[in-house]
């Protein structure tokens, strides 16, 4: 923790923005998203009318359902347990860090590109071998695991999703690197022209059509195409 403050929070100047292992007590309800998912609609059917209940038969109902909920290993698959405030405090910097999008960004940008006064925390070096795909790593067809990726067609580096973007003035392709959150979220870097990009959402989904036309966006005006591997 002493670490990361020290070379990369407050070089960001993100400390209020960001939280890698674990939000503090003092960091109010309101200020933190709240986890939802969104179901894809099945238009092959038209929705029937539900029939009447009455109350007492819907109330054991939808106690039933809460209890069936939080029974389980699987309901560690449910990503609105990361609701609960005991998960968002304790220190899990692989699953918790709560973010805004502004702050993954500058975080980004002060690992890979800098700040046009201190140097980038990762050296050119590094960078490159992170963003080499590895031998193994090929697109591999979406698993029912994998449903909520949204981004799960990129190949790897070193740890880091990779995708090769082309440039629409000279055609030259630069290898971007970063990687795709759980339900629509994304962070990525293209170090040759200083641009980190990221999104965040607390409406989960198979599939982010405001992540995809934010790139979409970003890269006309930097001139670039975003492959298949990143938007459909």
Same mark, same amino acid.
């Given at each position: 923790?002493i670490?990361?403050?020290?070379? =990369?929070?407050?070089?960001?100047?993100?400390?209020?923005?960001?939280?890698?292992?674990?939000?503090?007590?003092?960091?109010?309800?309101?200020?933190?998203a =709240?986890?939802?998912?969104k179901?894809?609609?099945?238009?092959?059917?038209?929705p029937?009318?539900?029939?009447?209940?009455?109350?007492?038969?819907?109330?054991?109902q939808?106690?039933?359902a809460?209890?069936?909920?939080?029974?389980?290993?699987?309901?560690?698959?449910?990503p609105?347990?990361?609701n609960?405030?005991k998960?968002?405090?304790?220190?899990?910097?692989?699953a918790? @860090?709560?973010?805004?999008?502004?702050?993954?960004?500058?975080?980004?940008?002060?690992?890979?590109?800098?700040?046009?006064?201190?140097?980038p925390l990762l050296?050119?070096?590094?960078?490159?071998a992170?963003r080499?795909?590895?031998?193994?790593?090929?697109?591999?067809k979406?698993?029912?695991?994998?449903t909520?990726l949204?981004?799960?067609?990129?190949?790897?580096?070193? @740890?880091?999703?990779?995708?090769? =973007?082309r440039?629409?003035?000279? @055609?030259? =392709?630069?290898?971007?690197?970063?990687?795709?959150g759980?339900g629509?979220?994304?962070?990525?870097?293209?170090?040759?022209?200083?641009l980190s990009?990221?999104?965040?959402?607390?409406?989960?989904?198979?599939?982010?059509?405001?992540?995809?036309?934010?790139?979409?966006?970003?890269?006309?005006?930097? @001139?670039?195409?975003?492959?298949?591997?990143?938007i459909?």
């Amino acid at each position: 923790e002493i670490y990361l403050e020290k070379y =990369i929070i407050d070089p960001s100047g993100v400390r209020d923005n960001m939280f890698m292992a674990g939000i503090t007590e003092k960091i109010e309800a309101n200020r933190l998203a =709240i986890l939802t998912t969104k179901k894809p609609v099945n238009t092959a059917t038209a929705p029937r009318a539900p029939k009447r209940k009455n109350a007492n038969e819907e109330s054991q109902q939808n106690r039933k359902a809460v209890l069936e909920k939080f029974r389980g290993q699987e309901q560690m698959l449910n990503p609105s347990i990361f609701n609960m405030r005991k998960l968002r405090n304790a220190k899990l910097p692989s699953a918790n @860090g709560h973010f805004s999008a502004a702050a993954l960004a500058k975080v980004f940008n002060t690992l890979i590109v800098g700040d046009g006064i201190t140097l980038p925390l990762l050296e050119s070096n590094t960078i490159d071998a992170a963003r080499s795909p590895q031998a193994s790593s090929s697109p591999a067809k979406p698993s029912s695991s994998s449903t909520m990726l949204d981004n799960e067609m990129a190949s790897f580096g070193l @740890g880091f999703q990779i995708h090769e =973007i082309r440039s629409k003035n000279d @055609g030259g =392709i630069m290898r971007s690197l970063g990687h795709a959150g759980l339900g629509g979220s994304i962070l990525l870097c293209v170090p040759e022209l200083g641009l980190s990009i990221a999104f965040t959402t607390n409406t989960l989904s198979p599939k982010s059509i405001a992540k995809d036309r934010l790139i979409e966006a970003v890269f006309d005006e930097y @001139g670039l195409i975003a492959p298949k591997s990143l938007i459909d």
